[in-house]
């Protein structure tokens, strides 16, 4: 097992290589380029081109781009300026600010007041350090502030339920709970009640939920529980499990509908395999029949399905 393992992940690595290099050479073919025309749509001056290209390192041959690229990557994790929202990084965009920073300032206003506005520090402290040195911005040292496990906690805390990225997670992880909650359940009482109007009223749902798009149906969930109802809120996040209801909902109906179907599917074909004649045969109680015997085995053929392993299915 543990062979098999690390051979998928080092076949991944150069997977992953591959990867990037088809991306960053399609981006290279593609014609134009993110200083072609500025933001009001007038073709950028040939001298200002040049400097901005410079800048980025454009400027440079393919090959060396994508080892600075890489390079940035692998050793900073850095995936560079955004060209879309200047001024911020990508890495902002996916992690949000330096929550650490943040917990460090709160401290300096309790301390100093107002007088910690003109504050900042010599070098951008990490959960590493033991200390940081606050400087004025005119470069003047001002004190030493320890950094306290219970500031690098708050910090991974907020980390943890404000960055963007882990935001996305959060919403993907319960909108993929809410799908196998619901859709399973739901595809099982729908094959065991096959042909009834349990049955017709369960696929129809399913039906929906694979037909409707997200964002048609994330304003329809606004419409009715937020404006109408009142019920649940339109923004905000980490205040109250209320915020992820619709998120999460509007991402995980598309997937509850494909599982209740899939489940519905593969029940059927397994409830009237033989192995499940001979066991009623024999005497099985038949309520045992559709709970026990195919619930391991439907849910084995539908991930083998869905993960294409060459399995039993």
Do not use: C
């Not at 090959?63 to 900073?76: A, E, T, V």
């Not at 995936?79 to 709160?106: A, I």
């Amino acid at each position: 097992m543990q062979r098999f393992i690390l051979r998928r992940i080092l076949w991944n690595i150069p997977v992953l290589i591959l990867i990037t290099v088809v991306t960053f050479g399609m981006m290279q073919i593609v014609p134009g380029g993110p200083f072609t025309a500025g933001s009001s749509g007038r073709p950028i001056p040939p001298e200002i081109r040049a400097n901005m290209m410079a800048k980025y390192g454009l400027d440079k041959p393919v090959w060396q781009q994508y080892l600075n690229y890489m390079g940035r990557l692998l050793l900073h994790f850095d995936f560079g300026p955004s060209l879309r929202r200047p001024g911020r990084t990508v890495n902002q965009m996916l992690f949000g600010g330096n929550f650490l920073v943040d917990v460090l300032r709160e401290h300096l206003r309790d301390e100093f007041g107002t007088a910690a506005s003109s504050m900042t520090f010599a070098e951008t402290p990490s959960l590493f350090d033991s200390k940081a040195l606050v400087v004025k911005t005119n470069g003047e040292p001002v004190a030493y502030i320890y950094i306290t496990w219970s500031d690098r906690f708050e910090a991974v805390k907020r980390f943890l339920t404000l960055a963007p990225v882990m935001v996305s997670a959060q919403v993907g992880l319960v909108s993929i709970a809410l799908a196998l909650i619901i859709g399973i359940p739901l595809g099982i009482i729908s094959a065991l009640k096959q042909n009834t109007w349990i049955d017709y009223i369960a696929m129809f749902i399913s039906m929906l939920g694979v037909s409707i798009p997200n964002f048609i149906l994330g304003i329809v969930l606004i419409l009715v529980f937020a404006l109408w109802l009142e019920l649940l809120p339109t923004y905000g996040w980490g205040e109250s499990w209320k915020q992820v209801v619709m998120p999460a909902v509007t991402l995980g109906t598309g997937g509850m509908a494909f599982i209740a179907r899939l489940t519905r599917a593969s029940m059927l074909e397994v409830i009237r395999a033989d192995y499940i004649r001979t066991a009623r045969a024999k005497g099985l109680v038949e309520r045992v029949v559709p709970w026990d015997v195919p619930s391991a085995t439907e849910v084995v053929e539908a991930q083998e399905r869905v993960s294409a392993w060459e399995g039993v299915s």
